[in-house]
């Protein structure tokens, strides 16, 4: 059973160009969430799916960021009109059902979006 | 709210000292989950260890032990006899509330010297 598949794992954009982020979780697994690592910070909520609904996105920046994921295929979040400020790693986990005592979630190795 | 401290941004040693890593918690939920995770610097996440708030027995695996205390809200990880590959950065985490989010610290860079 294949982990979490984040890709690209590396990123390169220029300022105003658009990334996308996609993230395969785990067999089985239909939530997803995604977090943002600054430089140097922790890891910080952005969005939590589940098929084809977004159920918390309470720590998505008002503008710019968008977060699906589709009855098929991987979750895609993505980042419009990129500035720098936006270079991170992001981090995508997955579990089968809400993380909790009998579950938990799962990290992908994360993509490195650096924006030049 | 939810919040989680590592006071100590970086923490040097020489290979086979003892060290411990701090993360005091805050929370107002009864039913919580307390993490460690450890991200070398390839970047990657590594699970170590999960507890929940009804658990408090401490917890040994190999090098590596656990310190969980409710009344001072920390759960503290030692790692005993450091060896170079425990270099990383060692993140502490809180589930809790509606356990969607994680409330990650802001992380502790070990760096263990031969």
């Known amino acids: 059973n294949a982990g979490v598949m984040q890709n690209p794992r590396h990123l390169v954009r220029r300022r105003g160009q658009e990334a996308r982020l996609r993230c395969s979780p785990m067999?089985?697994?239909?939530?997803v969430y995604w977090y943002r690592q600054l430089p140097e910070e922790g890891l910080k909520f952005m969005v939590y799916?589940?098929?084809?609904?977004?159920?918390?996105e309470s720590g998505m920046p008002k503008e710019r960021f968008s977060a699906e994921f589709p009855k098929e295929g991987p979750s895609i979040l993505r980042i419009q009109q990129v500035v720098r400020g936006d270079s991170a790693a992001y981090f995508c986990?997955?579990?089968?059902?809400?993380?909790?005592?009998?579950?938990?979630?799962?990290f992908g190795q994360g993509t490195r979006l650096t924006v030049v | 709210a939810q919040k989680v401290t590592q006071a100590q941004t970086e923490i040097s040693v020489v290979e086979k000292e003892d060290v411990t890593l701090d993360c005091v918690y805050e929370?107002?939920?009864?039913?919580?989950?307390l993490f460690w995770y450890k991200q070398p610097p390839s970047g990657e996440l590594v699970f170590l260890i999960r507890?929940?708030?009804?658990?408090?027995q401490n917890e040994i695996s190999g090098r590596y032990s656990w310190n969980f205390q409710k009344s001072t809200s920390s759960f503290n990880f030692t790692i005993t006899a450091s060896q170079v590959v425990d270099s990383a950065v060692y993140f502490c985490?809180?589930?809790?509330?509606?356990?969607?989010?994680?409330?990650f610290g802001s992380g502790t860079k070990l760096n263990v010297k031969p």
């Open positions: 929370t107002r939920d009864t039913t919580y989950y």
């Open positions: 985490a809180l589930l809790a509330y509606n356990f969607n989010k994680f409330y």
């Open positions: 507890r929940n708030s009804f658990d408090e």
């Open positions: 986990a997955s579990s089968p059902t809400t993380v909790g005592a009998l579950t938990e979630a799962f």
């Open positions: 067999k089985g697994h239909s939530h």
């Open positions: 799916l589940q098929k084809e609904n977004i159920i918390d």
